[in-house]
């Protein structure tokens, strides 16, 4: 039987790192090993993609998030029980956000586990989306909270696109966005105060360039 699944790569910015959403598989193929979170696509279920997008979100307790389909892989290699294939969605969660199930793994870390199936090549899909995405719209800016300084927003890009940034091309380049509302707030501490801003529209926006190193 030719089976259809639904792979999900999670990521979260805390503590300043990525850090990926993974759960150990509890049946054979590949028991013990860690996986990611996935589903059988399921007819009477599912009546389409964003139905089985959204029952996976739920099962792992992730309501609010940004997702996107990355790519579709199939073959008779990925899995040993035969033919499969799976829809790979990137899904990128606040710094807090905890799931009902698994466990969350720094990205720097992952070469010490072992992944089930073909779960390595699906993750570094997720990522190379991810990276290459954020050099030219605000995608990062998904991992951040509901409130955040200009500051916070350039270390995500920064984090995610492993480069420093000049900050004031960065910052021109994020007003010119148009995406940010001053929330009339301030986040005070050991720095003087910095304005909080929150996305005007929860949607990735594109750039009008593209950034190139440290240019930004």
């Known amino acids: ?21 993974l759960e150990t598989r509890d049946r054979p193929p590949f028991t013990h090993c860690w996986q ?8 009477t279920r599912d009546r389409d993609l964003d139905a089985a997008r959204h029952r996976l979100l739920a099962e792992w307790g992730l309501g609010h998030c940004y997702s996107e389909q990355v790519c579709t892989l199939g073959n008779l290699e990925r899995d040993p029980r035969g033919w499969s294939t799976t829809l790979v969605y990137l899904c990128l969660v606040e710094p807090r956000e905890e799931a009902v199930r698994g466990h969350w793994h720094p990205l720097s870390a ?3 586990l072992d992944l089930a199936f073909d779960h390595d090549q699906l993750i570094a899909r997720g990522l190379e989306r991810l990276r290459i995405k954020s050099r030219y719209s605000t995608l990062p800016l998904q ?8 500051s916070e927003v350039q270390r995500a890009f ?3 696109l492993q480069t420093p940034m000049n900050t004031a091309a960065f910052r021109k380049r994020i ?4 995406i940010l509302v001053d929330t009339g707030r301030k986040r005070t501490g050991k720095q003087r ?18 950034m190139n190193g440290a240019e930004a």
Not at 36 to 43: C, Y
């Open 1 to 21: 039987m030719l089976r259809m699944s639904l792979d999900m790569v999670v990521l979260r910015l805390n503590e300043e790192r990525l850090e990926l959403l």
């Open 158 to 160: 920064e984090i995610v």
């Open 110 to 112: 992952l070469s010490g």
């Open 193 to 210: 105060p910095a304005i909080l801003y929150r996305l005007e529209n929860p949607c990735c926006v594109m750039f009008d360039q593209v």
């Open 36 to 43: 990611l979170p996935a589903l059988r696509i399921d007819e």
């Open 143 to 150: 991992l951040l909270g509901t409130e955040f300084t200009l």
């Open 175 to 178: 007003h010119r966005a148009d």
